[in-house]
């Protein structure tokens, strides 16, 4: 009887334990399985664009320029991106010495739905992921650091996964993943551009002596964004961990053609000469309500 007792107790012991471990939750990162590669949305951080708007006659963008790549410098150009973005103004035009055409029909739409930046507020200045539109949003580079070091503090809204690769043919195919960290219910854009890095050309130096600077080397410059430069819109419903993918394929000869022929209509065309070598991807994510950019990526254009 003894026997037995001990047995029924061993048994119910047993059970009680089981029971008891089954129900205990194990916190872990959140995974999402997409078609390849699992997604961990926890390792994604926030990152920051910014748009410095500059031309190669203005004797204080040097300056700028120099700016951010101290930015980058202190928080990796890894967390901080730059566009280069020469509008139509005159401290972008090409002269006699400075023959080349750094400008973009999309460099004109931004500076001009921006309130003429250019020529209301003059170069060089720059906008920090579209920060405080539409009250103060333009900022001298001299106050770039500060509010980059705000914005990188941000929780990020969104992950970005960005891959590319140039064909044989000279097509370029672009691969973005989109990762809400948050579940929204309002509109968001995504815009890609093409930029430039090591172009070797004129430009007016302050800083330099004597000022006009004929190999100075020109990063971050914009050639390019697929379709406008508004983007396209991936809607306004948005799932935390839900994977949502862009490709596009594009044909990088034909895009430099455009450069080149919105030159000519400016009265030059010297606008080619693109080093696939040396382009990037770069890939954003703006709420179109503030027009504020909350996730940016950057990739090699040709891996």
């Known amino acids: 009887m003894k026997q037995t007792y001990h047995i029924l107790m ?69 967390r901080v991106i730059g566009i280069a973005i020469h509008p139509n103004s005159d401290y972008a035009k090409p002269d006699a010495q400075y023959t080349y055409d750094f400008r973009t029909d999309f460099g004109k739409d931004i500076n001009m739905f921006f309130g003429d930046i250019a020529g209301t507020q003059g170069l060089p200045n720059g906008m920090i992921n579209r920060y405080g539109y539409d009250s103060e949003y333009v900022y001298s580079y001299s106050q770039w650091g500060g509010i980059v070091s705000s914005q990188l503090e941000k929780d990020p809204i969104f992950g970005l996964n960005l891959t590319s690769e140039v064909t044989l043919t000279g097509n370029a195919i672009i691969n973005v993943e989109i990762i809400p960290k948050q579940n929204l219910d ?35 410059v914009l050639r390019t964004m697929i379709g406008s430069f508004s983007g396209e819109s991936l809607g ?68």
Not at 202 to 215: F, G, K, L, R
Request: proline fraction near 2%; charged fraction near 20%; glycine fraction near 4%.
């Open 186 to 220: 309002e509109e968001h854009n995504l815009v890609i551009c093409l930029t430039e890095d090591s172009i070797v050309s004129w430009q007016t130096d302050d800083d330099a002596s004597p000022n006009d600077v004929e190999n100075y080397i020109h990063n971050h």
């Open 236 to 303: 306004s419903t948005f799932t935390t961990g839900n994977i949502i993918t862009k490709d596009h394929t594009i044909n990088l000869s034909e895009l430099e053609q455009d450069n080149i022929s919105y030159s000519q209509s400016l009265g030059s065309g010297n606008a080619g000469g693109w080093n696939i070598n040396n382009m990037h991807v770069i890939a954003y994510i703006y709420k179109v309500s503030s027009q504020e950019i909350l996730q940016v990526e950057e990739s090699k254009l040709s891996n």
């Open 10 to 78: 061993s048994f119910f012991m047993t059970l009680f334990l089981l029971l008891n471990f089954s129900c205990e939750v194990i916190e872990t990162p959140y995974m999402i399985e997409s078609a390849s590669n699992p997604i961990d949305t926890s390792s994604f951080v926030q990152k920051v664009l910014i748009e410095d708007f500059t031309g190669h006659r203005c004797r204080y963008c040097p300056s700028a320029a120099r700016e951010l790549s101290s930015i980058q410098n202190i928080y990796g150009k890894d």
